[in-house]
């Protein structure tokens, strides 16, 4: 018999709901984050039998004790399996081995070549589910900061009870990265560049969503990482990585390049349901906010520099939200807080939040410097080749001034995404793959508007 678990708002002014209503929903109606009433934890019997089990299977053990009885057994392993056929190594997100004690996680293999996409796959299959299920159409509604855009296009681009407006930084993501999205040519499909951040583009879609008519009068839905079933996704591949590794009686740490603090917010969640990782490491680019929230407890906006790795090229992490919830398990505290921020750009945590975060994790940031040096020096020593993301990853980690036995970098995104920035560093375009070199030849389809959320919502309005 399954679990009707509930889901609540981290400010706490909005009802419980569950599972299905939280992936539609998205953003809650009083502004904040869902998060379920519980962690389910996994009793160490069945992570033992993990080492013995596909990625799909892993999956379905982790994923299910979130999901209630809206989903059957055999069709949340269908959607699983659909999602990841069009994954392109059978392991899913394999790890690359560096040396004797530091890792890769690949998770670059789906279509879109970016970590999105395992997540994206596997929503567009739920959704889809859920849709042809009450015979119903939805209008979908997302930022991003390069890699959230393409995947979730890709993922919905032939399902017709949807259409999608996805919207990105006017001239502040990589080529590739625009091709992606901007290549696809589907009548359900509309690509917004917005004059302005990630952040800007984010704001608007809050805003948009902060109207409860007009979203449910649209059935408006989220794609980003405010969406609890993208974190959900994200949570298997920590299980999956420790299950490949033996990595009992040593300490283990992950090191994740940060942006909107969901990647590493589900490393978060796999050590609360049980998973043994000894620290989490917020991987920052010289938009250092998470950085330096670590060490004052000051949390301020700063004007966002753009980088060679615009994933992380976020002041606004909107993630960490959920952190800050199930630290202090005060919605108040959560509401004063992000009340601060919107009226001041900047909110001061406790001393004892702060403790209870250094727990758990760690923060360096990484210099544009280091992320090239690094790019180089991986690829001489090792014949490996980063992109800028990965390597602000693997530098950060090296900062760590504890050492452990085990240290896994997320690997986000594939190197051709970021062909320029990587072929000046290392001489070499071997690793451009034929799929890319056709997007760079696709014409593209795109709409540029201004930095306004009542020109976007016009726009929007204008194409349902």
């Known amino acids: 018999m399954k679990n009707n678990i509930k889901y609540s708002s981290t400010r706490g002014k909005s009802v419980e709901l569950l599972f299905k209503d939280v992936i539609f929903e998205g953003l809650a109606p009083d502004g904040g984050l869902y998060v379920p009433e519980t962690w ?10 993990f080492s013995g089990m596909s990625y799909q299977q892993i999956a379905f053990e982790v994923i299910s004790p979130y999901i209630d009885s809206s989903l059957s057994d055999d069709d949340l392993k269908n959607i699983i399996d659909k999602a990841y056929s069009s994954f392109d190594h059978p392991e899913i997100t394999p790890l690359n081995k560096i040396n004797d004690n530091k890792y890769l996680l690949e998770l670059f293999h789906g279509p879109t070549y970016a970590f999105k996409d395992v997540a994206m796959q596997f929503i567009s299959q739920l959704m889809g589910f859920y849709l042809k299920q009450d015979d119903r159409s939805l209008n979908i509604l997302g930022a991003t900061s390069g890699d959230t855009g393409a995947a979730a296009i890709e993922s919905f681009k032939n399902i017709k009870s949807v259409k999608i407006f996805i919207l990105h930084p006017y001239n502040k993501i990589s080529e ?54 993208r974190i959900m996704c994200q949570i298997v591949y920590y299980f999956y990585t420790i299950s490949r590794l033996k990595t009992t009686g040593k300490r283990v740490l992950f090191s994740v390049p940060t942006g909107n603090f969901g990647d590493i917010l589900a490393g978060y969640i796999a050590l609360k349901m049980g998973l043994d990782i000894d620290m989490l490491n917020i991987a920052t680019n010289e938009n250092d906010i998470l950085t330096r929230t670590l ?9 966002v520099k753009e980088t060679t790795s615009p994933s992380i090229d976020i002041q606004i ?96 995104a594939h190197p051709a995404k970021f062909k320029d920035t990587v072929e000046k560093l290392i001489s070499n375009d071997s690793f451009v793959t034929e799929k890319v070199k056709k997007l760079m030849q696709s014409d593209e389809q795109m709409i540029i508007l201004e930095n306004n959320a009542t020109v976007v919502q016009d726009f929007i309005s204008n194409n349902m």
């Not at 389910?40 to 039998?49: D, F, V």
């Open 295 to 303: 060490t004052s407890g000051e949390h301020e906006l700063r004007k």
């Open 40 to 49: 389910p934890k996994l009793e160490k019997k069945t992570l033992s039998r």
């Open 176 to 229: 590739v990265q625009r091709k992606f999205m901007t290549t696809i040519k589907s009548d359900n499909v509309f690509n917004i560049a917005v004059k302005g951040s990630f952040d800007d583009c984010q704001n608007i879609i809050k805003q948009i969503f902060s109207d409860q008519s007009y979203k449910k009068n649209n059935n408006l839905t989220a794609i980003n990482s405010i969406n609890w079933a």
């Open 317 to 412: 992490s909107s993630n960490f939200e959920r952190l800050l919830f199930d630290i202090s398990k005060d919605t108040e505290y959560v509401n004063k807080l992000m009340s601060e921020l919107k009226k001041t750009g900047k909110y001061t945590l406790c001393n004892d939040i702060i403790g209870q975060i250094k727990n758990h994790f760690c923060s360096y940031s990484v210099s544009e410097d280091e992320v090239n040096r690094t790019i180089s020096e991986i690829y001489e020593n090792h014949n490996i080749i980063l992109d800028p993301h990965t390597a602000v990853g693997f530098a950060s980690a090296g900062k760590c001034p504890e050492n452990y036995d085990l240290s896994i970098t997320l690997s986000t």
